[in-house]
């Protein structure tokens, strides 16, 4: 059994691409388009459940050309033909996804948004904005650990209520203190956490939230077109980060149910979690990252609703050549402004 995997036309032998406005497989020579059953019946092989063997490089059967993959990339492209391939190893045994979220956004949607994004940064780097920059903007299918599980927990504070009033020249006020407990459970379902060492999980937060309606079982098929990258965090070690985030939003929960004080302080707290079940996805993203002054400068789409999150550099070039255009025109209307004034008086 071949260790890459490429999905072919039936029509003309062309490599065949998932089109994220369709939800179809298009293939770009003959434009033909087949919905995923139609794809089945051609392509039926999946990785196996078994660990296969691990590729460092592998040949597209395409062009015959021998590349190199690093040990976490799972869906890429040929640098000589631009042909898609998926390396099943990487989809395999224990890194097979139980479930992947398809991309909404095409590509050059996704340039578009960058475009639009870093025109209104003033005082980012003029490279930032050149079309062979934008062009590198690239779709890749992001693995994520989706837990599901179960809280308890009970929080505990102090309350106060404020009055106030006048007495003759006199404004008085009055504090009360309280006690306040709240206590409750809850339910989550798929609280997702970044599963590659790669990504910046600051950036990928913000990304967030996906809409899980278009979750779908995994199939090799979807990344087709796209690059993927396989994780490298275990889902043990995310497990501590998806603690600290439920216990964030059980509280805030919690928290929001108390009202009637002028104020409240959380004194104590006790929550806990139970029954956590971990399953791998794959969620969708456009990334593009620059470089300035030896400092990477992530941009990032979320690939199924077009949410934006980035950071960009400030030029000092181009803020002081702002400054500067700024104060020459204030100078030639205050100069110049002030002249004809004393002429026409």
């Known amino acids: 059994m071949s260790s890459v995997k490429e999905y072919k036309c039936p029509n003309c032998n062309a490599p065949l691409e998932f089109n994220p406005p369709t939800q ?11 919905n995923l059953e139609q794809v089945n019946k051609v392509h039926r092989d999946e990785a196996s459940d078994q660990d296969m063997q691990e590729l460092d490089s592998y040949k597209c059967s395409s062009c015959g050309a021998e590349l190199i993959a690093d040990s976490t990339t799972s869906a890429t492209f040929c ?6 391939a998926i390396i099943k190893t990487r989809f395999s045994g224990k890194f097979k996804p139980k479930s992947v979220i398809p991309f909404r956004i095409t590509k ?6 960058y475009k639009n994004w870093i025109t209104k940064k003033l005082f980012a780097p003029k490279k930032f904005k050149l079309k062979e920059e934008i062009d590198k ?6 693995p994520f650990w989706l837990f599901d599980c179960k809280v308890v ?13 006048r007495e003759g020249n006199y404004r008085c006020t009055s504090t009360k203190y309280y006690l306040v407990t709240r206590r409750g459970a809850a339910f989550y379902k798929r609280v997702p956490v ?18 899980y309606s278009d979750l779908k079982d995994f199939s090799m098929k979807y990344m087709s077109g796209f690059m993927a990258e396989r994780y490298d965090v ?9 603690k600290a985030r439920v216990q964030t939003y059980f509280e805030e929960r919690l928290i929001n149910t108390i009202s009637g004080y002028s104020s409240f302080s959380v004194r104590e707290k006790n929550i806990n979690i139970s029954n956590i079940e971990a399953s791998y ?33 400030i030029s000092l070039l181009r803020q002081f050549v702002f400054a500067l255009i700024v104060f020459v025109a204030v100078w030639i209307i205050c100069v110049f402004g002030g002249c004809f004034i004393c002429l026409k008086n």
């Not at 599963?195 to 950036?203: C, E, I, Q, R, V």
């Not at 400092?295 to 980035?310: A, E, L, P, R």
Request: aromatic share 14%; glycine share 8%; hydrophobic share 35%.
């Open 79 to 84: 640098l000589y033909c631009k042909s898609p």
């Open 108 to 113: 050059d949607q996704a340039k578009e948004i």
């Open 234 to 242: 275990e889902s043990d070690r995310a497990e501590f980060s998806m």
């Open 24 to 34: 179809n497989w298009k293939c770009h020579y003959c434009a033909s388009e087949f």
């Open 194 to 211: 970044d599963a590659s060492k790669k990504l910046d999980d600051y950036f990928m937060y913000l990304a967030e939230p996906y809409d």
């Open 153 to 165: 927990g009970v929080i505990s504070g102090e309350g106060t209520t404020v009055t106030s009033w």
């Open 137 to 142: 903007v690239t779709g890749i299918y992001a």
């Open 281 to 313: 996805a794959m969620l969708p993203i456009y990334l593009l990252i620059n470089k300035f002054n030896g400092k990477d400068h992530v941009f990032i789409i979320n690939g199924q609703t077009g949410k934006v999150v980035g950071d960009t550099p």
